[in-house]
Each structure stands twice: as structure tokens, then as C-alpha cells.
């Protein structure tokens, strides 16, 4: 086979290894603070769970750096997505400790952390690894491509989640351990069907050229003069913003709110359902207007989730189904703009970083996009922890939603005007989308300079 078909098979065996991928993610990944919350974890601790592992997987993944110029990149991607696979049987057995056996609650918060990060920094320090490949691999029309790819893994997503939440659902009167063995067993089973599908795809001779590394700190000094550096910038600030929140959406449900496992999946599954149906779309639209006007954009949207959600405490005393229909129809809204700035932003890296650097400025960015989440999740935790703290009468996990919606707001503002955009656009599409984010921003400065201060 030449190589321009070893690459079209090697795009097909990437899309089914992702589709693998989705059920570990959907019946696993997603269902990690239920299974902490399961076993009486605080808020603290879903806030670093939520965090931590990132964190220590990038900093790992920075003193990884010259073994990815001297390994085959899919020899590392293998190494690390089989310790991947592996240790959901560990992150079982913690719990099969603490239901059955009397582990205390301190340990098993501990060994849940250690065996959870362990997956978590497999994947991020194969992380790099795989975007130079996939970069080989897909060489145009990425936005097309990778919306293509990932609209069919949103599917793949949404069938395991609602799966796994009635399975759970099933098992909740007082066994829903053996509901996690099922979840967490076919998520063990997904990544290593992913893992074989990863072995045949076609890997492209990498160029290597020893003079294109260059060290963190140098990386460090250059990135408030350089495109790429900003958008470091825009996007870590983002991540700190958005992770104050986004470890207790799910605590507020189950806690709070007090919704079954069902209801509970059933909302998150809509953050999965507008990306199916648009993703494709947003590719071709990203390809034809430019990645950073639809980063800019739906980077500016993102802010009002957060905000959406603590308006559900109007409906609280309302019927069940008036509440899940709101949080259902805010998830629709926040998975369509979440699909666009996650497309967006990661063909941005695509297009700004040429093969030899991309997996330096991978690691590089990576690492430091995790310190933002980092105390992101941190800080969350910590407020949501004080049971009298209050925000204009919001309770502890409502008060983080309103902190995160402001800070959100303010990258988008003065951070992504300067990034620029690198590849060619449409001129005339520009202009309608530069239009739009145009009428977004006015419509910010109205509201919050004509706002109602409260009582």
C-alpha cells in the first residue's frame, strides 16, 4: 500500500479506536464522582479528583519531553494506554474494600485518588505522543475530519451513558457497587478494544529535528510576544474559571438537588446530543471562518452556564420533571458551544505549531493549562466546603457557579482579542462571524453596566 493509503486506513482505525475509547470514557470517566460520592467523599475531595491527576500527569509529562524524540510516538502511546486500561481493575478493588471489607473512609479517598490518577496521567502523558501523529495522519480539512471523528464518538458516548445510567439506576437500592463492577469492568474491556485498534493504525515517519527543542523557561518568556503563547494564555485562564465549577455540577445534582442516577445521566447526556448533530457543521464552518473566531465566540458563551445553572433554584419547589427539562435544555445549549471551542482550540494547535515543535508546545501548554484547573478546583472546593459562605443569599456550590461565571468572562474579553488567526479564511464569512461575537460583546457591556444591584 503507498502511504496516502496507509493514512486513510490509519483515519479509519482512529476513528473506531475512539469509538472505544467513548465507552471507557462514558461508563467510566464520567461516573468517577458517583463512585466517590458512593463512598461518602466531600466536596474537597471531588474538587481535587476533579484536578490533581491532570496536574501531576503534565508536570510527568514535562520530564517525558526527550523520550518522545527518541521513541517511536506509537510505541509511547501504547505503553501508556495499556497502564490506561489496566487499572480500572485497582480502582475497583478500592471500592470492593471500603463495601465489603471495612476500609476506612480516609483510605479509601487515598487509594481512589492514587489508582484514578494513574489513569488519568497514562492518557496525558500519551497525550502529546498522539496529537504528532494524528497531525501526520490528517494533513488537511482537519476541522471536517476531526468533526466527523468526533461526532460519531459523541454517539458512541451517549449510548454508554445512558446505558451506565440505568444500570446504576438498577442497582441503587443499596447495591450499587456491583453497578460500578459492570460500569468500570466494560470501561476496562473498551480501552483495551481501543488499545488493539491503535496497533494497526499507520504511523507516519516522524521528522525529527534536534534544533526545534527548546526548554520550558525559554517557552515561558516568549509566550506574551507570540500567537501561540496568548492562546496559552486564553485558554489556561479559561480552565481555571471554568474547573472553580465543573467538579460539582454533579455534587449539586446528586446532593443538592437529590436526582436519581438516571435523571442524572439522562442531563449530562444532553451535552452529548448537540455536538452529534452539529459537529460536523462546526468542522466545516471552523475550516471555511478560521478557528479563532469560533473560539472567540463560543469562548464568550461558555461564561453563561454557570449562570444558567443557579437560576434553577426557581424551580426547585416545581414538579421534577419542569427542573430536569431546564438542566436538560442549559446542557443542550452548553454541549453545542463546548463542541465548538474544543474543535476550535485543538486545530488552532494544528495549524499554529509546525510537526517538530507540536509536541514540545503540547507539553508545554498542557502543563500549564493544568495549574489553571488546578487551583481552578481547588479553590472551588475549598468555598463549597464552607457551609455559611453565601454570594447575595447562594449557597456554598451556588456562590462557586456565580465566581466561576465572572471569571469566565474575562479571558474571553482581554485575552482573545489578540490572538490572531493562522490559517486562510473566507473573508466574507469573517466578517459576518466577526459581526456576530461584535453584537455578543455590546450586549455584555449593556447588561453590566445597567445591571440590578442587589437589595
Known sequence: MDENKLKEEGRRNSIRDGSFYSIMDGMGLRYIT?????????????GVLGVLPALLGNILRVFFNKSFYKKSRKEIVLHFIFIQAFFWIPLLLVGLSYFFFGLSLFYASLFLIICYSVIIISGVIAAPAWTSWMQDLVEDHRGEYFGKRNRINGLVLVISMLTAGFILDYFSKGQIFFGFVILFGLACIGRYISFSFLKKQYEPKAIKDDKAYFSFFQFIKKMPSNNFGRFVIFISLTSFAVAIASPFFSVYMLKELKLSYLSFTLINLSALISPILFLSFIGRLSDKIGTVRIMKISGFLIAFVPLLWIFSIF???FSPLILITYLF?????????????????????YDAVTKQKIILCFTYFGFINSIG????????????SISSFSLFGLGGILSVFLISFVLRILPSIFVASRLKEVREVDSKAAIVSFGIRQKFESLWRMISHHSIRPK
Do not use: C, D, R, T
Request: glycine residues 12%; hydrophobic residues 55%; without cysteine.
Open 34 to 46: 458517583p463512585y466517590a460520592l458512593s463512598m461518602g467523599s466531600s466536596n474537597k475531595l471531588i
Open 315 to 317: 424551580l426547585v419547589n
Open 329 to 349: 435544555i442549559i446542557e443542550l445549549f452548553s454541549g453545542f458551544i463546548w463542541a465548538a471551542f474544543n474543535l476550535a482550540s485543538s486545530n488552532f494547535i
Open 373 to 384: 484547573a488546578f487551583f481552578g478546583g481547588f479553590i472551588g472546593g475549598q468555598i463549597s
